[in-house]
C-alpha cells in the first residue's frame, strides 16, 4: 500500500487562512487580544461554527487602566471589605497588639495577639497561647474571657475571630465553650507532617459577649 501523503491540499490551505482572518477580525471586534506567543495562523483547525477559547494571561498596565475606565461607576465598598483610603481598598494592618496574661502572683502563664484590625468593619483577629504547665487547668477559658471583657469595653470592636486546626481539640473546645461560633471551614489548609488538616473560622460579635455575660451574672 502506498504511504498516505502528509501533505494539505491547496483548498485546505486556503480554508486555514480564511479562519485565521476571521479569528483576527473577531477578537479585534470584542477587544480580545490572543495569548503571548501564541500564533493564530497555526491553530489546530476548528469545527464548523467554532468560536476561540477564552484564554489567561499576566495582566498588563494596559490592561488596568482598561477595568477601571470600564468600572468606573462600580462602588468599592461593594467589592470589599477592607477600609478605602483614597478610593482604593487598603492593605492588611500588619500591626500587632499582645497582651500578657498574669496569675494571682504576677506570674506570666500566657499571651492574646491582636492583629490585622479593620476600622471599617470594626473587627480585629486574635490570636493565643498558654504556657504547657497552665493547659487543662482552666486557664485559658479565664484568660480569655478578660482578654474579651478588655477588648470590647476599651475599643470600637465589634466582632473578634480567629483561626484554628481542627486537630487542635483543646483549642476548639475552648473557643465553643466561651460562646463563638464556626463562621467557616478551610479544607486542608493546614499542613502538618505531610497531611492536610481542616482549619476552623470562629468569631464573637460584642452584643454576644455583652449578653451572654449578662445572662450568666458575669460568671463564664
Known amino acids: 500500500m502506498p504511504p498516505v501523503s502528509q501533505k494539505t491540499s491547496p483548498k485546505s490551505r486556503l480554508q486555514a487562512i480564511a479562519r485565521a482572518q476571521n479569528?483576527?477580525?473577531?477578537?479585534?471586534r470584542r477587544r480580545i487580544r490572543p495569548a503571548n506567543n501564541v500564533d493564530l495562523g497555526s491553530q489546530p483547525e476548528a469545527g464548523a461554527g467554532s468560536v476561540p477559547m477564552p484564554t489567561l494571561r499576566s495582566t498588563r498596565e494596559e490592561d488596568v487602566q482598561v477595568f477601571r475606565n470600564m468600572c468606573s461607576g462600580d462602588r468599592v465598598e461593594e467589592m470589599t471589605?477592607?477600609?478605602?483610603?483614597?478610593?482604593?481598598?487598603?492593605?492588611?494592618?500588619?500591626?500587632r497588639e499582645r497582651w500578657t496574661y498574669l496569675l494571682d502572683d504576677g506570674q506570666p502563664a500566657g499571651w492574646i495577639t491582636l492583629f490585622d484590625s479593620n476600622s471599617r468593619n470594626r473587627s480585629a483577629e486574635f490570636g493565643y497561647g498558654l504556657i504547657p504547665s497552665m493547659r487543662g487547668r482552666g486557664e485559658g477559658r479565664r484568660m480569655l474571657a478578660c482578654g474579651f471583657d478588655l477588648f470590647f469595653h476599651s475599643m470600637e470592636l465589634n466582632k473578634l475571630y480567629c483561626q484554628t486546626a481542627?486537630?487542635?481539640i483543646p483549642s476548639v473546645?475552648?473557643?465553643?465553650?466561651?460562646?463563638?461560633?464556626?463562621d467557616a471551614v478551610l479544607r486542608a489548609h493546614h499542613e502538618l507532617d505531610g497531611h492536610l488538616y481542616d482549619d476552623y473560622i470562629y468569631s464573637l460579635l460584642r452584643g454576644e459577649w455583652l449578653d451572654r455575660k449578662k445572662s450568666k451574672d458575669g460568671c463564664l
Request: proline share 6%.
Open 173 to 182: 473546645r475552648l473557643l465553643e465553650a466561651l460562646g463563638l461560633r464556626r
Open 81 to 95: 471589605c477592607r477600609p478605602i483610603v483614597s478610593g482604593r481598598p487598603s492593605a492588611r494592618d500588619e500591626r
Open 23 to 28: 479569528l483576527r477580525r473577531f477578537t479585534r
Open 166 to 168: 481542627s486537630f487542635n
